[in-house]
């Protein structure tokens, strides 16, 4: 028997970000039944209720939004509706593949914690993620965003894994990129020659050896390769300048930590948030001194934050701040593959850090910079690539 309900469609960010975890959380907590879906628009909710639990629902759902999640249209239509027992997760719908493509984000608060937490299954595990943060853009072969549509594909998923990416209480549900120890992305650090030196934790430990020593390493990050070296190791910035071909352009430089930053330059709490934010882009800050081998002739310089967890392994053996700069050849993008960085470059790094999860599409660090409180981004690209406008016909 059927009787009256609502259907409700939205389109957005709201897919693989956790949107429809929090709609089935806010169903059971108000003890409405239904079911929510992924669609080629979006996501479509079906809820028995009355109009005013309806509208409760959606007040519910727009003040309680996941950090990534983006309502661009709702629409609520009242339908004929089967009798529902309780409310559901179903399969998603094939049919039209108009759901935008997410882009990357920087690693989240609760992977962060989960990350350095001895106790967690994924301690200093260089590739947590969870339906918050982490790779989207980078990572996707097709829509719809489903793993067997990403370089994780090849890649199976352990038990543990596997039941959180089942569980609709959990931040992992369906998270794509999942992953762990027990079925790791492995990493290995290699010379020009493409010969494996050290592999996994091993890998770390020497590539911040080699950092420390002076050596320029292709370290690969969500998006491409950077050229990175110890920022104030004087002989590896003019030999980086010098094999660059760069000899005045300015650098960016990594940093460990917000703190980190703050030794280098004066930051305020919008330059703060930027730093510290889900896009984590270079900004542009007023620095505390001049950095001649960095930012020749400016008395500012281009700083971000380790905004993935390989970053941060990275940091856990080496003390200080790192040059990240494109590994690239002037004028075109960014190197996502070793094929083509020890084709094009093998002469420019001394050694290479890899892993074996496959970068489908490119993208630079996004660069911002505040004016007079406002901000401006000099260079739109990771976190913000791709970028949608919604539009009405």
């Not at 309806?54 to 004929?80: G, M, V, Y």
């Not at 590896?236 to 352009?249: G, I, M, Q, S």
């Amino acid at each position: 028997m059927c009787h009256l309900g609502y259907k409700i469609k939205i389109s957005g960010l709201v897919q693989g970000v956790g949107f429809r975890p929090l709609v089935y959380e806010l169903a059971l907590k108000s003890k409405l039944f239904g079911e929510v879906r992924n669609d080629g628009f979006g996501v479509e909710i079906i809820l028995s209720c009355t109009q005013k639990e309806c509208e409760n629902f959606i007040e519910n759902l727009k003040n309680n939004l996941p950090p990534l999640a983006r309502i661009d249209k709702l629409i609520i239509t009242q339908i004929s509706i089967p009798n529902y027992e309780n409310f559901s997760i179903t399969p998603s719908l094939k049919n039209a593949k108009s759901t935008p493509m997410l882009s990357d984000f920087a690693l989240c608060k609760e992977c962060k914690k989960e990350f350095f937490d001895e106790k967690n299954p994924r301690f200093l595990y260089p590739f947590i993620t969870c339906t918050h943060c982490g790779p989207r853009f980078s990572i996707i072969k097709s829509l719809p965003y489903d793993r067997t549509h990403t370089s994780m594909q090849e890649l199976l998923m352990c038990e543990f894994c596997k039941s959180e990416y089942e569980d609709p209480k959990n931040r992992r549900f369906h998270a794509q990129p999942i992953s762990c120890p027990k079925c790791k992305i492995n990493v290995f650090l290699k010379n020009p020659k493409g010969e494996i030196l050290a592999k996994d934790q091993e890998a770390f430990m020497q590539s911040a050896k080699f950092l420390k020593e002076g050596k320029i390493l292709a370290i690969k990050g969500m998006g491409g390769f950077h050229l990175m070296c110890d920022a104030f190791n004087e002989e590896a910035l003019k030999a980086l300048r010098l094999r660059k071909n760069r000899p005045k352009k300015p650098f960016a430089l990594m940093c460990k930590d917000l703190q980190s930053a703050k030794e280098l330059a004066f930051i305020d709490e919008k330059e703060e948030a930027l730093l510290g934010g889900v896009l984590a882009p270079i900004v542009i800050l007023k620095a505390k001194k001049a950095f001649s081998l960095i930012a020749p002739d400016v008395d500012k310089i281009g700083i971000m934050l380790a905004y993935t967890p390989l970053h941060l392994l990275l940091f856990e053996y080496f003390k200080g701040s790192l040059v990240a700069t494109s590994a690239n050849l002037s004028g075109e993008s960014i190197i996502k593959d070793e094929f083509n960085l020890c084709q094009k470059l093998s002469e420019v790094f001394d050694f290479y850090l890899d892993y074996d999860r496959e970068i489908m599409n490119a993208s630079d660090d996004s660069i911002a910079q505040v004016v007079n409180g406002k901000t401006m981004f000099l260079r739109t690209s990771r976190g913000l690539n791709p970028f949608y406008l919604e539009r009405n016909f």
